[in-house]
T-cell receptor, first 114, second 111 residues
Framework: ETGVTQTPRHLVMGMTNKKSLKCEQH?????MYWYKQSAKKPLELMFV???????ENNSVPSRFSPECPNSSHLFLHLHTLQPEDSALYLC?????????????FGSGTQLSVL | GQSLEQPSEVTAVEGAIVQINCTYQ??????LSWYQQHDGGAPTFLSY????GLEETGRFSSFLSRSDSYGYLLLQELQMKDSASYFC????????????FGKGTMLLVSP
């Protein structure tokens, strides 16, 4: 149990579908993150929320839409995705948004776009 | 920009010692972290170095040389369960907790 739970673990969707990824952290942290992990590539930061406000948006296409309704929950809404968006999507949290904060990751959602 | 270089794969046998190197380029330096990720699992934090020198945590140690923009993760008394990917990471930009990761080093431990 990592303290960060992601659902679903696996998702297959067509390019015209709309789906959402959910992340919940039980650690009392104030910052939450979405990272994308593709084969043979480094983890890529997508979005960061600190105290429920988006503080970083790393040039992510608008077909990915994050939502942070409270400090424990983070969503990633997906629509009209492309096959190249197939990847492992990792959620993470940290106590705060400052240097040397340790990130706590969930196990990810493995997304396949057909 | 920022970039990190680490070997793509390292192999070793049980009981051995292995060193995974990481070189980085950043406009400002705020520390070097290491994460472990087993296949299908969540990345987990291993260590953080802000100052030069060696930090030891059980079988794992991490070293940093800021003047050389270089660090390494040292794993001793290797066990089969250490087979995983290991990522070095540095904070982006102004030093907040958002990290830039290397591509990862896959460690394969054989009997």
């Amino acid at each position: 149990e990592t303290g960060v739970t992601q659902t679903p673990r696996h998702l297959v969707m067509g390019m015209t579908n709309k789906k959402s990824l959910k992340c919940e952290q039980h650690l009392g942290h104030n910052a939450m993150y979405w990272y994308k992990q593709s084969a043979k590539k480094p983890l890529e930061l997508m979005f960061v929320y600190s105290l429920e406000e988006r503080v970083e948006n790393n040039s992510v296409p608008s077909r990915f839409s994050p939502e942070c309704p409270n400090s424990s929950h983070l969503f990633l809404h997906l629509h009209t995705l492309q096959p190249e968006d197939s990847a492992l999507y990792l959620c993470a949290s940290s106590p705060g948004y400052a240097t040397n904060e340790k990130l706590f990751f969930g196990s990810g959602t493995q997304l396949s776009v057909l | 920009g920022q970039s990190l270089e680490q070997p793509s794969e390292v192999t070793a046998v049980e009981g051995a010692i292995v060193q995974i190197n990481c070189t980085y380029q950043t406009s400002g330096f705020y520390g070097l972290s290491w994460y472990q990720q087993h296949d299908g699992g969540a990345p987990t934090f291993l260590s953080y170095n802000a100052l030069d020198g060696l930090e030891e945590t059980g079988r794992f140690s991490s070293f940093l040389s800021r003047s050389d923009s270089y660090g390494y993760l040292l794993l001793q008394e290797l066990q089969m369960k250490d087979s995983a990917s290991y990522f070095c990471a540095v904070p982006m930009n102004s030093g907040y907790s958002t990290l830039t990761f290397g591509k990862g080093t896959m460690l394969l431990v054989s009997p």
